[in-house]
């Protein structure tokens, strides 16, 4: 049931860009205009991006850009509100944090809401008997994964699907895995494959992978120390990032598509195969991550400059042209 909430949403006009000279790698910077940090979280096909930023007072807001302007998001109350996803439509999933955020066993007090295109109201996503809400992605067909988690942000979370109302855990459970700490980031549109990360409870290492009615597969960035999926396309193009043994983040883009069509029952079938990873850096970053890809392969994430100031960004492929 939605609530009669209204959003405080803020025209902040045109967020200020700055294309990268560097061709033809395509980048774009993005700040919302003065803000501290910058993070765009998510991409829609026709180019409108979702994130978050802080503001000059150190107060993190939810964003989305489209058609040139940025609308401030802020959950009425939040301590902080973040926008991680857009569908095609313009529904977007988010967060925001209650005031409880810092009372030990609260868990962060992070709650998810779904604003559809067009409305003023938010309809709340909370996985049924826990205490946090994590909404990452929404499809087109309206599902949507993230996490959810109780005492803490990490031991106690796991993988979710929830659809009309439905919830379902995708933590590993259903392919007969002991997997806390997990976390879906990305679907398709069938619902029948995802994709996240969790933390593999053995040796302390990050990990991603991806799962689908019979099967999990775990897989890493070749010799990262840690590797997280953030977000895959209808094509199966995953974006994440991953640490190097310098302890350096890069982004990652990698390409699942043959995996997908070809043993989406059963992602287990594909060992041995090759699978092609290619790096995201932001031209002169000090880091980068990942974070979305929409249907045309365009990347949104983030990067640290050499003053340490953290920027969005969009990698324009080429595919399209526009927005």
Not at 62 to 74: A, E, K, P, R, Y
Not at 167 to 180: E, I, K
Not at 182 to 189: I, Q
Request: net charge negative; proline share 4%.
């Amino acid at each position: 049931m939605s609530r009669n909430i209204v959003l405080t949403v803020v025209c902040a006009g045109v967020l200020s860009c700055t294309a990268m000279a560097q061709r033809p790698s395509n980048f774009i910077s993005y700040d919302v205009p003065g803000a501290r940090s910058t993070t765009a979280w998510g991409m829609n096909a026709d180019g409108a991006v979702v994130g978050t930023y802080v503001d000059s007072n150190g107060k993190q807001h939810g964003f989305v850009l489209s058609g040139g302007q940025v609308t401030t998001i802020d959950y009425p109350g939040a301590v902080v509100t973040t926008v991680r996803g857009i569908n095609s439509r313009g529904d977007i999933v988010g967060t925001h944090t209650g005031p409880n955020a810092a009372m030990p066993g609260s868990g962060g007090d992070i709650h998810g809401y779904l604003l559809r295109a067009g409305a003023s109201t938010l309809e709340p996503l909370d996985y049924p008997g826990h205490m946090n809400t994590i909404p990452q992605r929404i499809n087109d067909d309206g599902k949507v994964v993230g996490c959810y988690h109780d005492t803490d942000t990490m031991g106690t979370m796991h993988g979710m699907m929830a659809d009309n109302g439905t919830y379902v855990a995708l933590d590993g459970s259903q392919y007969g895995l002991v997997m806390p700490a997990t976390m879906t980031n990305g679907l398709t549109e069938d619902g029948n494959v995802a994709v996240g990360l969790y933390m593999d409870m053995m040796t302390g290492v990050n990990r991603s992978y991806i799962a689908s009615a019979g099967a999990f597969a775990g897989f890493d960035f070749p010799f990262s120390l840690a590797t997280s999926v953030w977000d895959m396309n209808s094509s199966g193009e995953v974006v994440g990032q991953y640490t190097d043994a310098t302890k350096r983040v890069h982004g990652f883009l990698l390409n699942l598509g043959d995996l997908i069509a070809t043993f989406g029952a059963n992602p287990q079938g594909a060992t041995g195969r090759s699978f092609s990873f290619t790096s995201v850096d932001f031209p002169g970053a000090a880091a980068t991550g990942a974070y979305g890809i929409n249907p045309h392969g365009d990347i949104v994430g983030n990067y640290v400059d050499a003053a340490g100031k953290t920027h969005a960004f969009v990698l324009n492929r080429g595919r399209r042209r526009g927005q």
